[in-house]
């Protein structure tokens, strides 16, 4: 060690016991990025001087530029920096990709909300001001996001951050809507479409939130016969729809309607003749009257049967809401307004038949919270049904993986029942369609490039469509836009396909099906190997963060620390509800302390990545702040021990003779097996969990305790034994959490005498191995059963110190029997120990009848039992406390002994379960009932 890495380690040496996170986190990850240890390969050899390492690659899901990040993305951060720095680690050339995107509909309607503040709107700045500001926006924004990621400590390549609308990106867009134009899948048409009239965009049926249980009420009125002679009722619950309405449908096999087949009506407000006709499709002769109104322009399943009808298709809206002249008497009308004169208008008139409550659906902008409106317009579509089929193919055969599996079914039923996509969006701020109309000849020119002159007349008086494409039309190209598609980049063939997608399970259908649909079309690939669906980050109650609500939680609030009045403020200005800042006044009166990125992530990680909803506690990140605080005085007492010794980690595990090193070098072995396949198969909560125990119930609770007396022991081969298994075992267990808490890893690591090398610029952990159970642990099961006695033992003698309230400077005196000479070897050779742990002096006793009435025996004498043994402590009992407290053990024995026992009465587990499981049963029960035996006759022996 030289002599600066002296002075550190005296200085850390003699630091706070205290970890102090802040100080740690904005030190590493500065050092991290300034080194470009993060960096993948960019030439022919990448920063570990490797030309051909296999890739590992993840393309972060891009938060929207319309804010700063929320739990849900520090999730997402968390899970995907895991998985990339355990890859890292092992060796591989990791790339995770960067980017934020422009999220149209939502980043315009923040601009417009921040205009409207303003006193000012859109249309007042015009096109090019308005799209300058939005960028002014996404710079800010941009910038806000990005630092929140490296504060996460997310471990991206910087180098190659993109954005949805950079040029390159846009280039991609360009490309990719041309091919899929001349290749018939894009075309242009009138269709129903989802009208938004707040935002007056179009959107997809995935942009539309239905909000179900609504009460509402069913209107009926009558259309008179065009002869006068007679009616015919019709249900609606938007009266004002009828303003279209172009036919009436009655099943062709309704008796009460046959003799109006082919007549038609006479429409009370507007000169119209409205034809009744038959449709066996549409109309369900059992609901209502038999009669539906139809209405092609404003309701898909109207529009489909006007398909089959040949109807006139007329719609009765502005963009706006409003009614346009085909309206009559109502045009000008507000929707909702209309609404209630139509009603009111057909009272009037005598057409009215009632009203009565109905329980509906109320489809809702994503975006706007507006009730959407089905209506005719004229859009840009991708046929949709020739992409999903491959899309199917891949997950059926297993190319692609889709974790958890149960989301197959969704993901298939979406696909196998596709519409087309309408990519068409009315707004300003987004990818411009590159279609061009000649006003000459009304021809269209799609091109990659703007076109000199129209490709059907040659003239030159061009307009391009005003529209934009849907945020997730770019979406779906991430995987490969970012790495140069169209061109045939180098990053492109080394970093493509993808391995793993981790994103959200909301955005299945949104993002991932389509990135699949598009990487299988333009790159004849699938983008990633596994699908790694996530579920919803909520507040402690379960219920979905929300502004409003004012339970949305800041990451870099609960790692730096906010004082309440802050929470509150920041709630307030975000929109809270007045019920949103009681819940954060009641819930977090004084805010948070700083708890630190690594309790956050290993808060984040301790939660299955399976589970739907994630209900957030503070409680337990707390939890995780204090567990940060058991490592970082585990890592300065071993430090302590091997301070000015030569004790070195080598990066493998060391050989033991002692049953206290053998058994930690075994239970790192589990412990790193367990990691692995968890973090393998996306059980991050496995792995973490595992390691937690390790650190917390097994290397701090026992092995430093256990590794005191052998360090200040008089053999000299001994003491050099445990401190090389103490090094090695604090260095493959900082290096196990890194991809997990990454900061107090890296500042403990750097502390550790180390006799193995890493590449790079400086010494990271970063680029440090994984440790595996093969290489990093020693599996022993003898160590651990011969461990289990000595546990068990110690426990047993420390929990009756604690009940008969012995402190631990009064030396005990412990006389024991073994029930067989394999359990008695173990506590013969392993005495010092344990009289050091249990602050006692243990005694053989060869007669284990002794045991059987040991107040003859043993004056005023507590009594324990663990299994294989008896045991007895003279001189310490008070004789009523001794009996309660064997009572207590007696009802605890025997509460096991039924549980065995009604386990070992079913059947159905005897027949089903492996042998091997039964078998253990029956050696559970065997082992309750003979202690049951003893601690009866304990209790018998108390008079």
Not at 267 to 279: S, Y
Not at 612 to 634: H, M, P, T, V
Not at 857 to 867: K, T
Request: proline share 4%; with cysteine.
């Amino acid at each position: 060690m030289s002599d600066e890495q002296q002075a550190q380690a005296s200085n850390f040496l003699s630091s706070s016991k205290a970890y102090e996170s802040h100080e740690v986190e904005a030190k590493w990850y500065a050092r991290w990025e300034e080194a470009g240890v993060f960096e993948a390969s960019h030439g022919d050899t990448d920063l570990r001087g490797e030309a051909e390492r296999e890739t590992y690659t993840i393309a972060i899901p891009p938060p929207n530029v319309t804010g700063s990040l929320h739990m849900g993305h520090a999730c997402r951060t968390t899970f995907e920096d895991v998985l990339i720095r355990h890859q890292r680690m092992h060796g591989k050339d990791t790339l995770w990709l960067p980017g934020t995107d422009h999220a149209g509909i939502a980043t315009q309607v923040v601009v417009e909300r921040m205009l409207a503040r303003e006193g000012t709107t859109r249309h007042d700045l015009g096109r090019e001001v308005f799209i300058e500001r939005v960028w002014q926006w996404k710079e800010e924004s941009g910038g806000r996001i990005l630092a929140q990621l490296r504060r996460m400590g997310a471990s991206c390549d910087w180098t190659r951050e993109r954005f949805t609308m950079d040029e390159m990106l846009a280039r991609a867009v360009r490309e990719a809507f041309v091919r899929l134009y001349e290749e018939g899948l894009i075309y242009r048409g009138s269709r129903l479409v989802n009208w938004d009239v707040a935002t007056q965009t179009v959107l997809s049926d995935l942009e539309v939130e239905q909000e179900e249980g609504v009460e509402g009420e069913m209107f009926d009125f009558a259309y008179a016969l065009e002869d006068g002679d007679g009616e015919l009722v019709v249900s609606t619950t938007r009266p004002e729809t009828m303003l279209g309405d172009t036919a009436v449908a009655v099943h062709p096999d309704d008796a009460r309607y046959a003799h109006l087949h082919g007549k038609k009506l006479r429409h009370p407000f507007v000169d119209r003749l409205v034809p009744i006709i038959t449709d066996a499709e549409l109309v369900d002769p059992e609901f209502g009257t038999g009669a539906v109104k139809v209405t092609p322009a404003h309701d898909p399943n109207d529009f489909a049967t006007g398909k089959r009808h040949g109807l006139e298709e007329i719609n009765i809206l502005e963009l706006d809401g409003t009614l346009n002249a085909e309206g009559g008497p109502f045009a000008g009308m507000d929707r909702f307004d209309a609404r209630k004169a139509v009603k009111q208008k057909l009272e009037e008139l005598g057409f009215a038949r009632g009203t009565k409550k109905h329980t509906m659906t109320l489809p809702r902008s994503q975006r706007s919270g507006t009730v959407v409106e089905p209506m005719i317009s004229t859009q840009w579509f991708v046929k949709m049904e020739p992409l999903a089929k491959p899309a199917i193919e891949v997950v059926e055969s297993g190319e692609i993986q889709i974790l958890p599996e149960e989301w197959n079914k969704t993901y298939f039923h979406w696909l196998r029942n596709i519409q087309d996509w309408c990519i068409s969006r009315q707004l300003w701020w987004g990818h411009a369609i590159p279609a061009w109309y000649c006003a000459d000849c009304e021809e269209v020119t799609v091109a990659r490039e703007t076109p000199a002159a129209c490709k059907g007349c040659g003239g030159t008086k061009l307009r391009q469509d005003e529209d934009v494409l849907d945020t997730w039309f770019s979406s779906a190209l991430w995987p490969f836009s970012t790495l140069g598609w169209p061109d045939k980049t180098r990053d492109l063939e080394r970093f493509y396909p993808t391995q793993d997608m981790e994103t959200g399970y909301d955005i299945l259908f949104f993002w991932v099906a389509r990135m699949v649909m598009m990487g299988l079309h333009f790159m004849d690939e699938v983008p990633f190997k596994r699908v790694l669906l996530a579920g919803l980050v909520t507040d402690e109650r379960g219920e979905k963060m929300s502004k409003v609500k004012g339970n949305v939680i800041d990451p870099l609030d609960v790692i730096d620390g906010s004082t309440g009045e802050a929470l509150i403020a920041k709630a307030e200005k975000a929109g809270a509800a007045k019920s949103g800042v009681r819940y954060l006044k009641k819930t977090y009166p004084d805010g948070f302390m700083s708890y630190g990125a690594d309790a956050l992530r290993m808060t984040l990680l301790s939660y299955s990545p399976q589970s739907k909803r994630i209900a957030l506690s503070i409680k337990r990140i707390e939890g995780y702040r204090n567990f940060s605080n058991k490592l970082w005085n585990a890592a300065r007492f071993s430090l302590m021990k091997l301070d000015g010794e030569e004790a070195r980690a080598t990066g493998e595990a060391p050989a033991a003779t002692a049953l206290a090193n053998r058994w930690i070098l075994s239970r790192m072995a589990v412990a790193l097996e367990a990691a692995e396949t968890g973090l393998g198969s996306y059980r991050l909560d496995d792995a973490s969990q595992a390691l937690y125990h390790f650190v917390w119930d097994e290397l701090c609770d026992w092995y430093l305790e256990l590794s005191k007396p052998l360090l200040e022991g008089d053999d000299a081969a001994l003491v050099a034994e445990t401190r090389a298994t103490l090094v090695h075992v604090l260095d493959a267990t900082l290096r196990a959490l890194h991809p997990m808490m990454p900061f107090i890893t890296e500042e403990l690591w750097q502390h550790v005498p180390k006799a193995y090398e890493v590449e790079g610029d400086f010494s990271t952990i970063v680029l440090a191995p994984y440790p595996t159970a093969a290489k990093d642990g020693r599996l022993d099961t003898e160590a651990e059963a011969s461990f289990r006695v000595v546990s068990d033992f110690v426990k047993a003698a420390r929990t009756l110190r604690a009940e008969h309230d012995l402190p631990r400077s009064r030396p005990i005196e412990i006389h024991w029997h073994a029930d067989q000479a394999a359990t008695a070897e173990v506590l013969l050779a392993e005495q010092k120990l344990v009289e050091a742990l249990t602050q006692s002096s243990l005694k053989r006793e060869e007669d284990g009848s002794l045991f059987d009435d040991p107040a003859a025996h043993f004056e005023d004498a507590a009594l324990f039992i663990v299994p294989g043994l008896r045991a007895a402590v003279p001189g310490v009992v008070d004789v009523e406390k001794e009996r309660s407290r064997l009572t207590r053990e007696l009802k605890k024995i025997e509460k096991d002994l039924a549980t065995v026992e009604k386990k070992l009465a079913n059947e159905s587990f005897v027949a089903r379960a492996p042998e091997a499981v039964v078998a253990q049963e029956h050696e559970r029960r065997s082992d309750f009932s003979a202690r049951v035996e003893r601690v009866r006759a304990a209790l018998e022996g108390l008079g």
